[in-house]
């Protein structure tokens, strides 16, 4: 059944990603007056199709899920060949250069375009965050050691507001990418501000698996441990826990937040913990003797209230298209930024990933509701889009590196240099796909 759900999510995430990226070709080529034989979701073998529309453009679903194409009259393919002088005004080779260049630059602009529209839908919407709230972190961690302090907030990172944590993380993810300094502006316990700076020599390589938060000793605040409701039959109501108390700690050693209590409660199956915890102004200790769940640890059985502060962000229309566009170019610049370490050597390989950890990622947030899968699906789009521009043959920023050239020299590349493009192009694709596929699965193995 999860693996019927992620499945779901992940064609409900990528199939609208690819038929509008699709339709931003179809869509110039149409205004441009080129010919559209064929709109194909999937790739390969037909296994569905009907003609509609005055030029009986067939619109249809092939056998490969991932990709499709529009495919256009083209006098270069004899199975295309204009049939009259009508037609042949029609062709996409005979088109100026400048209306190749844009029918070809409309899919990836769709992408963007979705991504704006998913992002200012959502900031309109208001998004309800975890605040920028610190956690206590441990001393030796470079936040600590730049002055930052559990409690206190992060109001602003190199002059940018951060109005969420993910603002937060969005903006030290910049920095780790960029490694620049990471100027921290900060509201403390006592309402004064103030400023510390976590050195970029401080920030490890981004990669699929590391967090630079969390290496930073930057974690989300969590309040302390409140009991919300105690099961019937659990350790927690044998030990006498009630809704409202607030466990202030275990044999002595107090808590700092609600994670605390769940970490002595697994480590502690079968072994009876004497609890502090605060009732009703007074303080009494409790026994708690955790049961052993099957995975061998502990289990209080009773459900704690939220523990994380939360900030709602809500913007109005200009404002989210705004804040929509520049979240797209910011997405879009700091993807160019890590793609170009990866080839420079500069980040890992193992930063290219595939289908897999899209399949995986879409489940995850699918699950979360749909204001995160709705951003997900918008990240997704600007990759999609920033992936379609890579000046590789077979892709669109190949074409559009073709015909870049031609409006430098003035002449279209030859068809032998094109051809012999194309098969390294396609080379060079398939490497990558089995290297994201190769890095999928060592990941999740």
Not at 117 to 144: D, S
Not at 145 to 171: I, K
Not at 191 to 215: C, H, L, N, R, V
Not at 406 to 434: D, N, Y
């Amino acid at each position: 059944m999860s693996f019927l759900y992620t499945a779901v999510a992940f064609i409900l995430a990528l199939g609208p990603l690819i038929v509008f990226h699709e339709l931003g070709h179809y869509w110039v080529a149409r205004a441009c007056g080129v010919k559209v034989l064929r709109f194909s979701v999937g790739m390969g073998k037909v296994l569905w199709s009907r003609r509609f529309g005055p030029d009986q453009t067939e619109w249809a679903v092939s056998a490969l899920p991932l990709g499709g194409y529009v495919q256009m009259l083209d006098s270069r393919d004899p199975n295309t060949t204009p049939k009259d002088e009508a037609e042949k005004a029609r062709d996409f080779v005979r088109q100026n250069v400048w209306k190749r260049i844009a029918i070809v630059a409309a899919g990836p602009t769709a992408n963007f375009l979705l991504a704006i529209v998913l992002f200012a839908a959502l900031f309109m919407h208001g998004i309800e965050e975890p605040a920028t709230k610190l956690r206590p972190m441990a001393t030796n961690t470079p936040a600590y050691v730049a002055g930052v302090r559990g409690g206190d907030s992060v109001l602003a990172v190199n002059g940018e507001q951060v109005a969420s944590w993910s603002d937060l993380r969005w903006q030290i993810t910049h920095a780790a990418v960029d490694k620049q300094d990471a100027h921290l502006t900060m509201r403390g316990r006592d309402g004064g501000q103030y400023a510390a700076t976590i050195p970029a020599t401080a920030f490890k390589e981004p990669g699929p698996d590391s967090d630079p938060m969390s290496a930073l000793g930057l974690d989300v605040w969590i309040g302390m441990p409140q009991v919300e409701k105690a099961a019937e039959d659990g350790a927690g109501a044998r030990a006498g826990l009630l809704p409202g108390d607030v466990v202030l700690g275990a044999d002595g050693k107090a808590f700092q937040h609600a994670a605390d209590f769940v970490q002595a409660v697994r480590a502690a199956p079968g072994r009876t913990l004497q609890l502090q915890v605060r009732r009703a102004g007074q303080v009494v200790t409790l026994p708690l003797t955790p049961a052993r769940d099957a995975k061998g640890q502990g289990l209080a059985g009773v459900q704690l209230a939220p523990a994380i502060e939360r900030v709602t962000v809500q913007s109005g229309p200009v404002e989210a298209i705004a804040k929509g566009a520049g979240r797209t170019w910011e997405m879009t610049a700091l993807t160019f930024r890590m793609i170009g370490k990866i080839v420079t050597g500069q980040a890992s390989l193992k930063n290219i990933t595939g289908p897999i950890a899209i399949a995986d990622y879409a489940g995850q947030t699918a699950r979360m509701g749909l204001a995160t899968f709705l951003g997900f699906i918008a990240v997704v789009s600007v990759s999609l889009g920033v992936m379609n521009l890579l000046p590789i043959p077979v892709l669109d920023g190949g074409h559009l590196l073709y015909y870049s050239l031609e409006v430098l020299t003035g002449r279209p590349l030859s068809e032998r240099i094109q051809g012999f493009a194309q098969r390294a192009g396609v080379a060079l694709l398939f490497m990558l796909m089995a290297l994201a596929i190769f890095n999928d699965l060592s990941q999740r193995l």
